[in-house]
């Protein structure tokens, strides 16, 4: 079965400058695809970037990007010029295309704090 | 444009209760639909999913029940609530062939 690891329950960074969220997977698949997602203080989630195992290209999403790490199971979230709209919890996910159901296995998310 | 919503927003339950939850879609057809829970340092877990009219997998053996009577209708229930229920219920369809969730605004329950 797979599992997807975020090892890092809060972090804060200061407005404009840069973070990155952890998030490690597991799993015997070779076609996957991972994402992150943004949950705000009470307000609806939304996926922020999406990854697909076969890329080898790092996905980029305007101030955010990924570092993908296929053989070590690694998908970081990295933030530049960080925004106080960027406060929320971060959830990292992992689905098998192959299963046709459109699961998503969640990691346990991060709670970024953006400090004015 | 899709939109998804559920209700209630919150809702203070007994012990003992029943539970409906509501969860429905607009502007697409035939989408997959999800019941996630999310528990405190726990992240999310998928509780149900449906591919279709009539067709529901359980992903966790528990107290919870789904239903789909409509294509774009989605209803989590319970007939007698534990506290262990309580939690924040997320539901959600999906564009299958991207893996894109989209989410409603969640349902806050507390069982007492």
């Known amino acids: 079965a797979q599992t997807v690891t975020q090892s890092q329950p809060e972090m804060s960074v200061q407005e404009a400058e840069t973070v990155t969220l952890s998030c490690t997977y597991d799993?015997?698949?070779?076609?996957?695809?991972l994402f992150w997602y943004k949950q705000p203080p009470s307000r609806q989630m939304i996926l922020v970037i999406r990854?697909?195992?076969?890329?080898?290209q790092n996905a980029t999403e305007n101030r955010f990007s990924v570092n993908f790490q296929k053989a070590a199971k690694s998908f970081s979230l990295k933030i530049s010029d960080s925004q106080l709209g960027d406060t929320a919890m971060y959830f990292c996910?992992?689905?098998?295309?192959?299963?046709?159901?459109?699961?998503?296995?969640f990691g346990q998310g991060t709670t970024l704090q953006v400090k004015p | 444009s899709q939109t998804i919503h559920q209700w209630p927003a919150t809702l203070v339950q007994p012990v003992g209760s029943p539970l409906s939850l509501e969860c429905t879609v607009e502007?697409?057809?035939?989408?997959?639909l999800y019941w996630y829970r999310q528990a405190a340092g726990r992240g999310l877990q998928l509780l149900f999913y449906?591919?279709?009219?009539?067709?529901i997998s359980s992903e966790v053996p528990q107290n919870l029940s789904a239903s789909r009577p409509q294509d774009r209708q989605f209803i989590l229930s319970s007939k007698k609530l534990l506290l262990s229920d309580s939690g924040f219920y997320l539901c959600?369809?999906?564009?299958?062939?991207?893996?894109?969730?989209?989410f409603g605004e969640g349902s806050r329950l507390t069982v007492l």
């Open positions: 799993t015997s698949e070779n076609n996957y695809y």
């Open positions: 996910a992992f689905m098998k295309p192959s299963s046709n159901t459109g699961k998503l296995i």
């Open positions: 502007g697409t057809s035939n989408p997959n």
């Open positions: 990854q697909e195992a076969y890329k080898q």
């Open positions: 449906s591919v279709g009219i009539g067709q």
């Open positions: 959600a369809w999906s564009r299958i062939f991207t893996g894109e969730l989209f």
